[in-house]
């Protein structure tokens, strides 16, 4: 596109202001970008998690299969770690915003920090995985005499991350305490004596990314859809029936996910 001078109409460069970045001139706000999945179709996320997988240490998940060794005997089995976690953490916003719009005020206050938290606690929730994804945990870590899971791993990449662009993530109101919340919420439970998440209120975000109760997180959400697809295996997981029933309830004094039992059995 010629500038104002040739046709009158602004060039691609004064759209995007002085330094091309895509926003106006004088104004550091990042932008949300679209990605195109053949699960979701579009999917927009939020301007920190894209700064976070323009990072070497989540580009990395590019190369590395979600299947392991399965890609030797399923050809289609070529998908990623890279794409598995960009699905997850768009299907944890999803259900986040769900459970804030589906979930009285007086049982939760469910925050625009905590949203964000938990759209990065999915989205890095593999960050730790090594070649040939669980392969490397039980055949070559295993023999070692590392028992470490990929999870503390991943924990150990995100501090990496916060180190190298902690502006990025404090403009955003996520500090040193949120990133531990982040880390609680890939790990599934608390990491600490007291736990960050104690607060009754809030014990419904470890039940998102790791449910360690049930089970039932948008981790498997997505592979059982991604995985699916890729084998050319039939499926019937309807992710969107359990959003439309999620809610989150008090049970024994602490808030909890909860769906409707029709949809829990048939979905």
Request: net charge negative; proline share 3%; charged share 25%.
């Amino acid at each position: 596109m010629q500038g104002s001078e040739g046709t009158g109409v602004p060039s691609v460069k004064e759209m995007q202001g002085s330094e091309g970045t895509g926003v106006s001139s004088g104004s550091e706000r990042r932008e949300s970008k679209i990605f195109n999945d053949p699960i979701y179709g579009l999917m927009e996320l939020d301007p920190l998690l894209v700064a976070i997988i323009n990072t070497p240490e989540f580009d990395r998940l590019r190369f590395i299969k979600q299947l392991g060794g399965n890609y030797y005997v399923y050809p289609g089995a070529s998908h990623n770690r890279f794409e598995h976690c960009i699905g997850v953490s768009f299907l944890a916003g999803k259900l986040i915003e769900a459970l804030k719009q589906n979930t009285c005020n007086k049982v939760v206050e469910i925050t625009d920090v905590d949203v964000l938290c938990v759209k990065v606690a999915a989205l890095c929730h593999d960050l730790g995985h090594g070649p040939y994804s669980h392969m490397f945990e039980r055949r070559f870590l295993g023999p070692l005499g590392n028992k470490v899971e990929h999870e503390e791993l991943s924990c150990a990449i995100l501090d990496r991350i916060y180190e190298g662009m902690q502006n990025t993530f404090e403009e955003r109101g996520l500090s040193q305490d949120q990133i531990a919340i982040i880390k609680e919420l890939i790990i599934g439970k608390k990491t600490t004596e007291s736990g960050l998440l104690d607060d009754k209120q809030k014990r419904f975000m470890y039940e998102i990314v790791a449910n360690k109760c049930c089970e039932i997180d948008v981790d498997k959400w997505d592979y059982f859809t991604r995985d699916c697809h890729a084998l050319g295996l039939k499926h019937g997981f309807d992710y969107q029936r359990l959003l439309h029933s999620a809610r989150v309830m008090v049970y024994e004094g602490k808030t909890r996910i909860v769906y409707r039992d029709k949809v829990h059995i048939h979905t």
